[in-house]
């Protein structure tokens, strides 16, 4: 029979955030950039020189991710806040 597929596409860390938002990011190997993982389009952070570990932009979007907790700004706002690595993401 038909067999039960994630959505999370593969490669792809999700986290819950404040109001059970849902933000997916993608880190390239040796995280020298990250993808955000929208369902209707994706886009590139690359690692911010000099920087702390874990912090991507684009000039326009900021991610601030560990491996178990992830910010994402845009612009001057926090559009995901306090987000947690889900269990098995």
Known sequence: GPAERSRIPVGVT???????KVLRVRFETGEKSAWVVFPEREFRLDAVPGGPAGRYSNGRSTLSATATEATLE???NVAFANCKRA???
């Open 14 to 20: 999700e986290f819950v955030c404040e109001g059970n």
């Open 74 to 76: 845009e612009g001057s």
């Open 87 to 89: 269990a098995g993401g």
